[in-house]
């Protein structure tokens, strides 16, 4: 099996169904999607060279209303759910920390 390297200290894992359904939902306008705005704030890039991967997947089978299902894949006992008019800065800032002591207990 060939491996590939990649700079990755975790990997963020957002509901693409759920962005696609609020049409973007986040930023200024209500029309970016959550993965580019955390990677945004974050300052990581796409790809296996950011230290940091947040990645869109399918629809997680948590569904929530008017919301974006998440999991942070360094706590993947615990899954967030973030409201189309949550504070993106706070979620970023706790993402950059890492996951919380309590959530890393679960696993
Ligand atoms: S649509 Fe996002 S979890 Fe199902």
């Not at 959550?34 to 890039?45: E, P, Q, S, T």
């Not at 089978?61 to 706590?75: K, Q, S, T, Y």
């Not at 967030?80 to 800032?93: G, H, I, R, S, Y």
Request: proline share 7%; net charge positive.
């Amino acid at each position: 099996m060939k491996q590939v390297p990649s700079a990755w200290q975790g990997a963020i894992l957002v509901c693409g169904k759920c962005s696609k359904k609020l049409d973007g939902g986040f930023g200024k306008k209500g029309r970016t999607p959550l993965a580019k705005l955390l990677r945004k704030i974050l300052g990581v890039g796409k790809g296996r060279k950011a230290t940091l991967g947040v990645v869109e997947t399918r629809c997680l089978g948590l569904c929530p209303r008017n919301a974006v299902a998440m999991i942070d894949g360094r706590a993947p006992g615990t899954w967030l759910v973030v409201p189309k008019d949550a504070d993106v800065a706070e979620l970023t800032a706790r993402l950059a920390a890492g996951p919380a002591p309590a959530a890393r207990n679960q696993t």
